[in-house]
């Protein structure tokens, strides 16, 4: 119950600050329409922005200013997957939440889910590596940082929030269909996207790998009653591990909650050689104060708001639309 209130409440935000952000888009196309500040949190909508500013901090110490936002989403995302596991995939993510929605909602229309067997399902995961594997390559190898500067001076990267906006709002029907057949899929297999595509939830996975926190089973605890394993959204046999080091884990501690046995299975933080148990409460309350430490020390610092004029918007949203890769 808890974890829902928290997901319903980061959508809510989510939804909250796409309407501002699409009302200050609409004060430089729709003549007369009042100014609303741009809420600088959209750029959590430009992950490779995030990767590539990244990159280009490494090897410069420099924070590009047009979309510094997305460096920080970059950051707290990636850093609370290393401290915490993937629960920033099953607390905060909206595209979990309404992931989790679609898969529910046919749950009770069907009576069920269904799944595929063990070896499609490993050949269909790889895609999200692969894809990750490609954005490494693109941006980590093949982009020097001289080039990435010519990038972030472009009107195509300067106007990349709004681009993005209009994928939403001015949908082609190529994207359509793909969201129709993927939320489709969603109704009847848990997690398509997630679990077979997204590049960024590959990459917070593998990070989740060297987190000191693990949900851990007592066996001497546990009465086998595998209420764990048919629980979980990510599919994992939680009965048959002793820790859950699996990169699907997003760490939504509803084997947990669903465990009659108390102490068989519990979320723990590694201390030296041994796991020690902490309260499930702790746990969103520590992801969401440490997500949120890094964007108040952005904002501190000065490195949160794009540094893009007002005039410069005014010349290039009308034109987004036109505005190709350089
Ligand atoms: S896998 Fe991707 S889309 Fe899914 S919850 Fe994680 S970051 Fe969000
Ligand atoms: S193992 Fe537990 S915490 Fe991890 S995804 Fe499954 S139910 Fe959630
Ligand atoms: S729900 Fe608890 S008791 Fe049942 S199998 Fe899982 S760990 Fe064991």
Same mark, same amino acid.
């Given at each position: 119950?808890?974890?829902?209130?928290?997901?319903?409440?980061?959508?809510?935000l989510t939804?909250?600050i796409?309407?501002r952000f699409?009302?200050?888009?609409?004060?430089?196309?729709?003549?007369?329409?009042?100014?609303?500040?741009r809420p600088p949190s959209v750029d959590a909508f430009?992950?490779?922005?995030?990767?590539?500013? %990244?990159?280009?901090?490494?090897?410069?110490?420099?924070?590009?200013?047009?979309?510094?936002a997305a460096?920080v989403m970059?950051?707290?995302?990636?850093?609370?997957?290393?401290?915490?596991?993937?629960?920033?995939?099953?607390?905060?993510?909206?595209?979990?939440?309404?992931?989790?929605?679609?898969?529910?909602?046919?749950? =009770?229309?069907?009576?069920?889910?269904?799944?595929?067997?063990?070896?499609?399902?490993?050949?269909? =995961?790889?895609?999200?590596?692969?894809?990750?594997?490609?954005?490494?390559?693109?941006?980590?190898?093949?982009?020097?940082?001289?080039?990435?500067?010519?990038?972030?001076?472009?009107?195509?990267?300067?106007?990349?929030?709004?681009?993005?906006?209009?994928?939403?709002?001015?949908?082609?029907?190529?994207?359509?269909?793909?969201?129709?057949?993927?939320?489709?899929?969603?109704?009847?297999?848990?997690?398509?996207?997630?679990?077979?595509?997204?590049?960024?939830?590959?990459?917070?996975?593998?990070?989740?790998?060297?987190?000191?926190?693990?949900?851990?089973?007592?066996?001497?605890?546990?009465?086998?009653?595998?209420?764990?394993?048919?629980?979980?959204?990510?599919?994992?046999?939680?009965?048959?591990?002793?820790?859950?080091?699996?990169?699907?884990?997003?760490?939504?501690?509803?084997?947990?909650?669903?465990?009659?046995?108390?102490?068989?299975?519990?979320?723990?933080?590694?201390?030296?050689?041994?796991?020690?148990? %902490?309260?499930?409460?702790?746990?969103?309350?520590?992801?969401?104060?440490?997500?949120?430490?890094?964007i108040?020390?952005?904002?501190?610092?000065?490195?949160w708001?794009?540094?893009?004029?007002?005039?410069?918007?005014?010349?290039?949203?009308?034109?987004?639309?036109?505005?190709?890769?350089?």
């Amino acid at each position: 119950m808890l974890r829902y209130g928290v997901q319903a409440a980061f959508l809510l935000l989510t939804v909250f600050i796409g309407y501002r952000f699409y009302q200050f888009v609409l004060h430089f196309e729709a003549p007369g329409h009042p100014f609303v500040g741009r809420p600088p949190s959209v750029d959590a909508f430009l992950p490779i922005a995030g990767f590539m500013s %990244f990159k280009y901090f490494l090897f410069t110490g420099i924070i590009e200013p047009m979309h510094p936002a997305a460096l920080v989403m970059f950051v707290a995302i990636t850093g609370v997957s290393l401290l915490l596991k993937k629960g920033f995939c099953g607390w905060i993510c909206p595209i979990g939440t309404i992931s989790q929605y679609l898969w529910m909602a046919g749950e =009770r229309v069907f009576g069920r889910n269904f799944r595929v067997e063990k070896y499609t399902d490993i050949a269909l =995961r790889s895609a999200k590596y692969m894809l990750m594997a490609l954005f490494i390559l693109l941006i980590g190898f093949a982009m020097a940082p001289n080039m990435m500067v010519l990038f972030f001076l472009s009107d195509y990267y300067k106007a990349a929030d709004v681009k993005t906006m209009k994928f939403f709002t001015e949908m082609s029907s190529a994207a359509m269909w793909f969201l129709v057949v993927t939320g489709g899929l969603s109704l009847i297999y848990k997690n398509v996207w997630c679990r077979y595509l997204c590049p960024y939830g590959a990459l917070l996975g593998l990070f989740s790998k060297v987190s000191p926190v693990k949900i851990q089973r007592d066996d001497s605890r546990c009465k086998h009653c595998r209420a764990c394993t048919a629980h979980c959204p990510c599919l994992l046999d939680v009965e048959k591990s002793s820790v859950v080091s699996s990169p699907e884990c997003f760490s939504c501690l509803t084997c947990v909650s669903h465990c009659p046995e108390a102490g068989a299975l519990a979320v723990t933080v590694r201390a030296g050689k041994v796991r020690r148990p %902490f309260s499930p409460f702790l746990y969103p309350a520590i992801l969401i104060i440490v997500f949120y430490l890094v964007i108040g020390a952005a904002m501190i610092g000065g490195k949160w708001h794009s540094q893009i004029p007002y005039e410069e918007y005014q010349r290039i949203i009308p034109v987004s639309q036109q505005l190709g890769h350089p």
